[in-house]
């Protein structure tokens, strides 16, 4: 920590992180991108690499960023404020991310167990004048998104008709009628974003903006009202008399752009006379219900456009690859491998966006880690099953891919047991740091999520 400090003290005082960043003569704004895989640890990477690139056909984008770290991220517990659990949810890492501050799974930046609000990067950014925006494959109420502007006692406080209704596995000090309008709160994420005036707001949730308020307004017409320009194709001309973007792509979380064939997932390996009986490996394929979706990378484009528009301003953005997480919960791992590559290609975007426009820093990291892993093939296990006169074959789920040059990769999952594990869960693991826009000798080689707050907030002087 007070190496961290001592970092950040030493890049105020030499004019290389601040309000503007000093390029010979001239200040050019200071920008924070802020690219967040969700649940994209080292072995989520690891298998999109293997399959897209094959095993020596160089990196990822989001491995080509000069500067590499790694950090640690920390939960607490909710009945218990001053002790640590080991497994983050979105809701809780996001937070940190956002607010410097820990607090417990399931939060929406406020603290655990006494339910303070914790600010916010964006919202201090935006007190600052800066312009700010949030992207997401997601809806834009899901839990990483709204851990930058709201703040809930739970994360499924999304929209107004959910402030009244009970969440069985929450406690009593995380239910959403505690932040409930009629009692005083700010009220449902949906309408918190509305209110904050986030100048770019680019996702799915819908059907969370088309409920009514507790006075009965719709929260279209009252984004509508609040200068939100409602679009819901990315190709729409920006209208010149609308200050703020509300892009809604879909209902809910956009849908997945690859699928397996004949939407194949992993499964359970069966045993016959014995020995394991694997299922034939498959390809992973456009989904074709994510055409006329727009992609990550385009959206990514549209809001950078959008907020680059005043060269007088910085801005702060953070964009989310959301189903890497959704489909490693369902152990689908083309799902998991197509939305990986999404990010990667916006990322790209955010790359080439700052080569043009210098003080811009670009951070690609995790949330938390998943479940999935490459795993041995077949043949290595029926090798053993031979050689030790017993089956030998992984635990929880298992599927085989055809990967693109050519070869097989076997994915496992076991954080949940077969028949009936309902999903995969969440693992303990630090999370993966790759930076741009900053002296790598000045980014420790271990960090926590914590840190990262740091590192924007100096990055664009805020208080």
Not at 194 to 206: S, T
Request: net charge neutral.
């Amino acid at each position: 920590m007070l190496k961290v400090c001592r970092i950040l003290a030493t890049l105020l005082i030499s004019g290389l992180l601040g309000t503007g960043v000093v390029f010979g003569d001239t200040v050019k704004p200071a920008n924070v991108i802020l690219f967040i895989g969700d649940g994209m640890d080292e072995h989520q990477i690891t298998m999109a690499r293997n399959y897209l690139l094959g095993p020596d056909e160089g990196l990822l984008a989001m491995e080509q960023l000069p500067v590499r770290s790694s950090a640690r991220v920390q939960t607490l517990l909710e009945n218990r404020p001053d002790r640590f659990t080991f497994i983050a949810d979105s809701a809780n890492s996001a937070s940190t991310l956002a607010t410097g501050q820990l607090t417990s799974t399931g939060r929406i930046a406020t603290s655990a167990g006494t339910d303070f609000d914790q600010p916010t990067l964006l919202q201090a950014a935006r007190k600052s004048g800066f312009l700010t925006g949030l992207v997401t494959t997601a809806s834009l109420t899901d839990a990483t998104p709204a851990a930058f502007v709201a703040h809930t006692a739970h994360r499924n406080c999304q929209g107004p008709e959910d402030m009244n209704r009970p969440i069985s596995y929450a406690p009593p000090s995380q239910q959403c009628t505690i932040d409930s309008k009629q009692q005083g709160g700010p009220g449902s994420i949906a309408e918190q974003l509305i209110d904050a005036r986030v100048d770019v707001l680019l996702g799915g949730g819908k059907k969370y903006f088309a409920q009514k308020n507790h006075v009965g307004v719709q929260l279209l017409d009252q984004a509508r009202s609040q200068g939100y320009q409602l679009i819901d194709h990315i190709g729409q001309r920006d209208a010149s008399d609308q200050p703020r973007l509300l892009g809604l792509f879909s209902p809910g979380h956009l849908p997945v752009e690859w699928i397996g064939s004949g939407n194949r997932r992993a499964e359970a390996v069966e045993l016959a006379s014995g020995k394991p009986v694997f299922a034939a490996p498959f390809d992973c394929l456009k989904n074709p219900q994510h055409n006329g979706t727009p992609t990550l990378a385009q959206m990514t484009k549209k809001a950078l456009a959008r907020l680059s528009r005043d060269p007088s301003r910085g801005f702060f953005l953070m964009v989310e690859g959301a189903s890497i997480d959704k489909q490693a919960h369902r152990r689908n791992p083309c799902g998991q491998i197509g939305e990986l590559n999404a990010l990667d290609s916006a990322v790209t975007v955010g790359r080439e966006f700052a080569k043009q426009h210098p003080g811009t820093l670009v951070i690609v990291t995790a949330d938390h880690g998943q479940a999935g892993q490459v795993v041995p093939l077949p043949d290595d296990y029926r090798a053993m099953t031979e050689s030790l006169k017993s089956p030998q074959y992984p635990p929880g789920y298992y599927a085989v891919l055809k990967t693109r040059h050519g070869g097989l990769m076997a994915v496992g999952y076991a954080t949940n047991a077969p028949p009936h594990g309902g999903w995969e869960q969440h693992t303990g693991v630090d999370v993966p740091v790759f930076l741009e826009g900053i002296d790598g000798r000045e980014v420790p080689a271990s960090m926590s999520q914590r840190d990262i707050f740091r590192l924007m907030r100096a990055h664009l002087q805020l208080p």
